[in-house]
């Protein structure tokens, strides 16, 4: 996948009214390699394939979408959306998906992230003042001339990233302009400590594709997230994070921060 194809990409799901993050241009280039990832875009759609094998539920017109449905029978699919189950089962009436809680994206509104008012966001609050209060901290916005500072704390980071995005973290600042991310960095001490990058994604929302900090700085995250979200303009009025890839602890700190709805996925064999 090249940078040209990303707006292909999202042109077809403004088209066709698509907002997944899994499916937007940013993403799918980020983690091309990655997750082995291969786009086929056409002139009324576009699907994915993953290394696995599976395939993305595609975007496009009904034609489009009816027309891999039928070639692609006994394959299976992931990244499906309620109206995509809909859709298929006027093709196969006994299709049964599975949801798939593990890929379910959550999104925020940028307006309480920014804001942290009200009850709900009591503890955050609390959270955000304590480690203010017990460090000397400070945010920039992340540019070309302190984008070094990300890189040293990306590679610091990538000993313990494992099987984590540290590939996708690099292609995110390596093409950093080019994308039209926009991000901050954290120092602790004078000292690069983290940083988190993305970008609109069309019809409001912004998408969290990268966050990288050092190990053991308890409430980093959250004040380095805080310092994105406050900066945000007001045209954007939702942050997407991605999923939790069914990981207990990421699944708690994103539930949390108190997500304004989710995007549900769903997966079956068609």
């Given at each position: 996948m090249i940078l040209?194809?990303?707006k292909k990409i999202d042109a077809l799901r403004?088209?066709?009214?698509?907002v997944s993050a899994a499916h937007c241009g940013l993403a799918l280039f980020i983690y091309a390699e990655e997750q082995g990832l291969s786009v086929s875009v056409f002139d009324d759609g576009f699907y994915v394939t993953d290394r696995a094998g599976q395939y993305y539920f595609p975007v496009g017109s009904d034609d489009f979408k009816a027309?891999?449905?039928?070639?692609?029978r006994g394959r299976r699919v992931i990244m499906m959306r309620e109206s995509d189950i809909g859709f298929t089962r006027t093709l196969i009436p006994d299709f049964t998906p599975e949801r798939d809680r593990d890929r379910d994206e959550y999104v925020y509104s940028r307006a309480e992230q920014a804001s942290l008012e009200g009850h709900k966001f009591q503890k955050v609050r609390a959270k955000?003042?304590?480690?203010?209060?017990?460090?000397?901290?400070?945010?920039?916005?992340?540019?070309?001339?302190?984008?070094?500072?990300?890189?040293?704390?990306l590679g610091a980071w990538e000993p313990r990233a494992g099987e984590g995005d540290a590939m996708g973290a690099r292609k995110a600042l390596?093409?950093?302009?080019?994308?039209?991310?926009?991000?901050?960095?954290?120092?602790l001490n004078g000292a690069p400590a983290g940083y988190c990058c993305g970008a609109g994604i069309g019809g409001g929302v912004y998408l969290l594709c990268s966050a990288k900090q050092n190990?053991?700085?308890q409430g980093l995250d959250l004040y380095m997230k805080h310092a994105l979200?406050?900066?945000?303009?007001?045209?954007?009025?939702?942050?997407?994070?991605e999923s939790d890839h069914g990981s207990p602890g990421i699944r708690m700190h994103k539930n949390d921060q108190r997500p304004v709805m989710m995007n549900e996925m769903y997966g079956g064999v068609l």
């Open positions: 040209s194809d990303i403004e088209k066709y009214g698509h027309d891999f449905i039928k070639k692609h955000l003042s304590r480690f203010c209060r017990e460090n000397d901290v400070k945010s920039a916005p992340l540019t070309e001339e302190n984008i070094a500072d990300a890189y040293a704390i390596d093409n950093y302009a080019a994308l039209g991310l926009s991000g901050v960095v954290t120092y190990d053991g700085v979200y406050a900066a945000l303009p007001e045209h954007v009025t939702l942050i997407n994070t």
